[in-house]
């Protein structure tokens, strides 16, 4: 038995460093907007365990107090801001993204169509709609740099044009639905260029978003994405995945 430990030992198995060599994301550079709490938080997380370098963004750095514990890159980011996303360009000037995680986003109206407030529905579009688009237009040189190429659009299940029986939540539905479409145009833009855009169902999530009743632990449901994430190559570009790898209807 103390033979196999010592060649073991001889392997480096044990240590810790073949694991990290092992994961797909060990040396990756990954950004991921809205990091600061929920999915985004549990992505930076992840991502670091697995040797990735986070860049984390938050609204509010100086309160972004458990993002910051973990030892990431942390940068300001308002999708919504044009002078923010600005600073964002200058800041990262020159830094390859490997692969950009669009997780930021917003909910919120329940209700059925009838008592939906349209103010408040632009308000979701320019954070779930045109702050990806915002983010991308301004990365894409330093996605360009990278020969993995990967942007995930954060979608939703309410997103699916398909599976809505139920109704309700107009604005949020229309918005992740809209966000479909613009990966969708955005994977045939970038095809040549061998990009992969993935739209991406989390599940139903407790987060401060999802609830407290939601199926899935964060930690859960990124774990699921993570491991949908690895393996895709250009060929997969373009497609709308659950968690769990499943593809879902547009
Ligand atoms: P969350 O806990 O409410 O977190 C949302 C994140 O987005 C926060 O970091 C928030 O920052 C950030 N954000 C909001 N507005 C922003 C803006 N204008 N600029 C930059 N960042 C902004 O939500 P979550 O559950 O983690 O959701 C993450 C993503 O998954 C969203 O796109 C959501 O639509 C999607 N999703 C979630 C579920 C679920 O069950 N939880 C299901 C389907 C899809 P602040 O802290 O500064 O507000």
Do not use: H
């Amino acid at each position: 038995m103390r033979w196999i430990v010592v060649v073991l030992l001889m392997l480096g198995l044990g240590t810790g460093a073949v694991a990290a060599e092992e994961s797909p994301w060990d040396g990756q550079t990954v950004l991921v907007t809205g990091a600061n709490r929920g999915l985004g938080l549990e992505f930076a997380r992840q991502l670091q365990a697995a040797g990735a370098d986070v860049i984390g963004t938050a609204r509010k750095p100086e309160k972004a107090e458990e993002l910051k514990a973990l030892g990431v890159r942390v940068v300001q980011l308002d999708v919504t801001d044009e002078a923010s996303v600005a600073a964002l360009v200058k800041e990262l000037d020159g830094v390859m993204i490997d692969v950009l995680l669009n997780n930021a986003g917003i909910f919120l109206e329940y209700g059925k169509f009838e008592s939906a407030d349209p103010a408040s529905a632009m308000t979701v579009y320019d954070v779930n709609v045109l702050g990806p688009m915002r983010v991308i237009q301004a990365l894409l040189p330093n996605l360009r740099a990278s020969e993995r190429k990967m942007i995930m659009n954060m979608s939703s299940g309410l997103g699916s044009i398909a599976n809505n029986n139920s109704g309700g939540m107009v604005a949020y539905r229309s918005s992740k639905a809209a966000l479909n479409m613009q990966t969708r145009t955005l994977a045939a833009d970038l095809a040549e260029e061998e990009f992969i855009c993935i739209a991406m169902s989390p599940g139903w999530v407790r987060t401060d978003m999802g609830g407290e009743n939601a199926t899935l632990s964060p930690a859960e449901s990124v774990s699921g994405m993570l491991s949908t994430l690895a393996p895709l190559t250009p060929e997969n570009t373009g497609t709308y995945l659950n968690y769990d790898a499943t593809e879902l209807p547009w």
